[in-house]
């Protein structure tokens, strides 16, 4: 069975500083998705980022990157010049069969 | 396009009593899921349709929890009678494609008193 890990319960950062957020996963499927998914306040869960397993390059949305390591079956996300608006519980997601295997989810918080 | 529409957003109900989550997909998208977060905990797959057929129920916590999707469209989660530990926020995703991107309803955050 898959699962995905986020070690990082909590995590915060100054305003326009960049972090980073962790996520190991495991699985035996070679060809995959990943996903990362931002749960602001308001509860909606939104998609910010996806990574195809096939592909090497990184996937980058304006601020949102990550570095996604096949290999060490890591896919941490980082987000450049972090803003008020990105406080949010972060979660890592796989696409397992039938459902989305989630972690455990990071609390991002930005201080101004 | 209307995104994954939720009913109630909140809802607070005394131990014992029944209560209905509904879901509205998004059109056309075949698969539906729901899934829960109880508070501080991850977020866990409760039972995926396919049309209106389920096709995986295997985290549905036990029988009090009955879901439906009737002609494939919209789904209800019926919890009957719900327990304390029944609480947090239910939420409903749809996709157009087997493990493609889901997308997220606003979640229904029931309290059981």
């Known amino acids: 069975a898959q699962t995905v890990t986020q070690s990082q319960p909590e995590m915060s950062v100054q305003e326009a500083e960049t972090v980073t957020l962790s996520c190991t996963y495991d699985t035996s499927e070679s060809d995959y998705y990943l996903f990362w998914y931002k749960q602001p306040p308001s509860r909606q869960m939104i998609l910010v980022i996806r990574q195809e397993a096939y592909k090497q390059q990184n996937a980058t949305e304006n601020r949102f990157s990550v570095n996604f390591q096949k290999a060490a079956k890591s896919f941490s996300l980082k987000i450049s010049d972090s803003q008020l608006g990105d406080a949010a519980m972060y979660f890592c997601a796989y696409p397992g069969a039938q459902k989305l295997v989630f972690g455990q989810g990071t609390r991002l918080t930005i201080n101004p | 396009e209307a995104g994954v529409t939720q009913f109630p957003s909140h809802s607070v109900i005394e131990k014992g009593q029944t209560v209905t989550l509904r879901c509205d997909p998004i059109s056309g998208h075949d698969n539906l899921y729901w899934y829960r977060r109880v508070m501080g905990k991850e977020i866990k797959f409760l039972l995926h349709f396919v049309k209106e057929s389920k096709q995986d129920e295997s985290g549905m916590p036990n029988n009090r929890f009955l879901a439906e999707r009737t002609g494939g469209t919209y789904s209800t989660l019926k919890v009957q009678p719900a327990e304390l530990e029944d609480s947090g926020v239910y939420f409903c995703?749809?996709?157009?494609?087997?493990?493609?991107?889901?997308?997220f309803g606003p979640g229904t955050r029931l309290t059981v008193t």
């Open positions: 995703a749809s996709s157009q494609v087997y493990r493609g991107e889901q997308y």
